[in-house]
């Protein structure tokens, strides 16, 4: 793999949808490195996620690893809502994408402590369900503008109910359906932030409140805030923390378009 150099990678490992996968590796590496994946949103591509979110140049400064996922389905939106993308080790997009981060922890020497995700829109949801899904591999995630883990499962690729925000499930719901996801893991689980506009119109902002009664209750915490910081980290922005572990950002007045915060997720990752 060059160094510097947006690359693509072959041969990774068990991916039985075909994901394909770009990575980057910087020149002044950090021994056993992070891992940061960056997931593109619908009709989207790993080379656009790239380019609108500057992890490259994070990277450089930083000495940390940085896989692009790709999906191959024709929308170019990320499969979200099978039975096998939902299950440890079951198939689907998931699978693949962390087929290539376990390639590159074992070809690179990487953190196995310090993998994240992260993603805009489908990848926000991507996002959800890697985190969900496999605990074991990351150590936290950011998701922007997407759905809670499960929200979309279903027999087909869209699905109105959760994107018209009318899928409404308890704490306890949504996190026993992150639990069936891996049956019998008593290890550590990912810390989780999420970001939603008031105004989103394609997932609707209903989400953010129903991501955030998901993880809570995989942390076994309140869904009120013990921490509110406003105009964070633009104007009209709200933080809300539920301990440690959980965080959310509301954009009032934003649309879908939520504009990414690379270094505030890299803060929440800890890099």
Not at 42 to 69: L, R
Not at 81 to 92: F, P, R, V, W
Not at 110 to 126: D, E, F, I, L, P
Not at 224 to 237: D, E
């Amino acid at each position: 793999i060059p160094r510097s150099t947006f690359t693509e990678l072959t041969n990774f490992g068990t991916n039985p949808t075909n994901v394909r996968a770009w990575i980057y590796v910087p020149q002044n590496l950090a021994p056993n490195p992070a891992i940061v994946v960056g997931i593109h949103w619908c009709s989207g591509s790993a080379s656009d996620f790239m380019s609108a979110t500057g992890y490259n140049y994070q990277a450089d400064a930083k000495g940390f690893i940085v896989i692009y996922p790709q999906t191959t389905r024709s929308d170019k939106c990320w499969e979200v809502y099978s039975e096998a993308t939902l299950t440890h080790d079951g198939g689907g997009d998931s699978l693949g994408i962390v087929s290539a981060v376990r390639w590159t922890i074992a070809n690179f020497n990487a953190n196995k402590s310090k993998v994240y995700a992260t993603g805009h829109s489908s990848g926000g949801m991507m996002t959800n369900v890697l985190i969900g899904a496999y605990p074991d591999i990351f150590a936290a995630g950011a998701a922007t503008a997407g759905v809670p883990f499960a929200c979309f499962e279903g027999p087909s690729a869209w699905n109105s109910e959760c994107s018209t925000g009318m899928k409404i499930k308890t704490p306890q719901e949504w996190g026993d359906r992150v639990r069936q996801a891996y049956p019998g893991y008593t290890g550590p689980r990912p810390k989780m932030q999420v970001w939603h506009g008031t105004l989103d119109a394609t997932l609707s902002y209903n989400n953010f409140g129903e991501e955030i009664k998901q993880w809570t209750n995989i942390f076994g915490v309140s869904t009120t805030a013990t921490n509110t910081v406003y105009n964070y980290p633009l104007t009209g922005w709200t933080r809300y923390d539920y301990g440690p572990n959980v965080s959310g950002i509301s954009a009032a007045g934003v649309d879908h378009n939520i504009p990414y915060q690379t270094t505030k997720v890299m803060d929440w990752f800890g890099l």
